[in-house]
């Protein structure tokens, strides 16, 4: 009877082993596949405006359009820059006005830096400027964008102007 009991009590440790261990993998699939289905959303969003912005960028001088796109959570801000002109408003993140002052090439950005490392934090959409008393120019977001896009000359070339609404 003693040899029956003692089988019995590793076949119990065993299968709670296991439970906890299904447990365990379930649960990190599970954050595993949220954290992808936010990426999956950013990169959305990166394309939705950059083909709004290329949309627009094919329209008449003065062409606009109120546009909202959604983001993840994480994102509490999203800011636009002119990378090659100078900086006319600041920022309370000094690491983000750092990563401003260093990076010539991109002109979108989302804030916090670290809400997403894979893909960037910054990204580059072509033919897209802000006003030049707004450079940065950030928008403060709850899931998703508001922002008002405009077909614009500046400098005798076409663009499309970010603005908020």
């Known amino acids: 009877m003693k040899k029956g009991l003692s089988t019995q009590i590793f076949i119990f440790i065993f299968a709670l082993i296991m ?4 447990l365990g ?4 699939s599970l954050g595993t596949v949220k954290n992808t289905a936010d990426k999956v959303e950013l990169l959305t969003f990166i394309t939705n405006l950059d083909e709004g912005i290329q ?3 094919a329209f008449d001088v003065g062409s606009n359009k109120r546009v909202q796109l959604l983001l993840p959570n994480q994102v509490k801000e999203v800011c ?3 990378p090659k002109e100078p900086l006319t408003t600041t ?12 990076n010539k090439k991109d002109n979108l950005y989302i804030l916090p830096l670290d809400a997403f490392t894979n893909p960037a934090p910054d990204f580059t ?7 030049a008393d707004q450079n940065p ?3 403060k977001t709850q899931g998703k964008l508001d922002i008002l896009i405009e077909t614009v000359l500046y400098n005798d070339q076409i663009f499309v102007q970010i603005q908020q609404p």
Do not use: R, T
């Open 80 to 82: 636009f820059v002119n």
């Open 55 to 57: 949309e627009y960028y």
């Open 137 to 139: 120019l950030c928008v």
């Open 91 to 102: 920022h309370k993140n000094q690491d983000f006005l750092f990563f401003l002052k260093n």
């Open 25 to 28: 993998f379930g649960i990190k």
């Open 125 to 131: 959409i072509d033919n897209m400027i802000v006003p």
């Open 19 to 22: 439970i906890a261990l299904v």
